[in-house]
C-alpha cells in the first residue's frame, strides 16, 4: 500500500533510524570495536536528535485514532525503546563498554517496531482514519521544527570513509 502524503513524513525519519540500524547490525556481526562504537554513537545521536521527538510525535498525533489493542502496543513499544536508549545513554555517557547483547536487542528491538509501524499500524491508519483526519496530521508534521537532515554526523562519516581506501 503507497503511503498517504501525511504520514511520509514519518516514515522518513522510520527510513533514517533503519540506516543507523543497519550500520550498527553490521558491526554487531563483525564485533569490531572503534567502527562499532562510532555506529552505536550514531543510531544514539539520531534518537537524540529526532527519533526520540518522532515517537512524542506519533503518540500525541495517532493515539487517540488508534484500537486500545493498537494504542497499547504502540505505547509498550516506545516505553521499551526509550529505556534500551536512556541505557544506551548511560553506557556512552560513562564511556563504558559497549554490551553486545544490549545492543543486539536495542537494533531487533528497534528494527521490529519501525517493521511493526509501517506494516501495520499505518495501513491500519490509512484504511481507518478519514483523509480529513490524515491531513490534519500532516499539517502537524509539517508544522514541527524538523530538519528533513536531522541525521548522525558520525554515521555520514562512516558511511563515507567507506568508500575510501
Known amino acids: 500500500m503507497k503511503r498517504h502524503p501525511s504520514l511520509q513524513p514519518l516514515s522518513r525519519e522510520h527510513h533514517r533510524a533503519l540506516l543507523c540500524w543497519r550500520e550498527l547490525d553490521q558491526q554487531l556481526g563483525m564485533r569490531r570495536g572503534a567502527n562499532l562504537r562510532t555506529a552505536t554513537v550514531a543510531l544514539q545521536r539520531?534518537?537524540?536528535?529526532?527519533?526520540?521527538?518522532?515517537?512524542?510525535?506519533?503518540?500525541?498525533?495517532?493515539?487517540?485514532?488508534?484500537?486500545?489493542?493498537?494504542?497499547?502496543?504502540?505505547?509498550?513499544?516506545?516505553?521499551t525503546l526509550r529505556s534500551l536508549f536512556c541505557s544506551l545513554d548511560d553506557t556512552l555517557d560513562s564511556n563504558g563498554?559497549?554490551?553486545?547483547?544490549?545492543?543486539?536487542?536495542?537494533?531487533?528491538?528497534?528494527?521490529?517496531?519501525?517493521?511493526?509501524?509501517?506494516?501495520?499500524?499505518?495501513p491500519h491508519l490509512q484504511s481507518q482514519v478519514?483523509?480529513?483526519?490524515?491531513?490534519?496530521?500532516?499539517?502537524?508534521?509539517?508544522?514541527?521544527?524538523?530538519?528533513?537532515?536531522?541525521?548522525?554526523?558520525?554515521?555520514?562519516?562512516n558511511v563515507s570513509s567507506r568508500g575510501k581506501g
Not at 50 to 74: K, N
Open 97 to 122: 563498554p559497549l554490551a553486545i547483547d544490549d545492543l543486539a536487542r536495542l537494533a531487533a528491538t528497534l528494527r521490529a517496531h519501525i517493521r511493526w509501524e509501517e506494516r501495520v499500524l499505518f
Open 46 to 79: 539520531y534518537w537524540s536528535s529526532r527519533f526520540s521527538s518522532h515517537m512524542a510525535d506519533e503518540e500525541t498525533l495517532l493515539l487517540g485514532l488508534l484500537s486500545d489493542a493498537l494504542r497499547s502496543r504502540l505505547l509498550a513499544e516506545h516505553d
Open 130 to 157: 478519514s483523509t480529513d483526519e490524515l491531513r490534519l496530521i500532516g499539517d502537524r508534521l509539517r508544522g514541527r521544527k524538523v530538519s528533513e537532515d536531522a541525521y548522525c554526523d558520525a554515521f555520514d562519516d
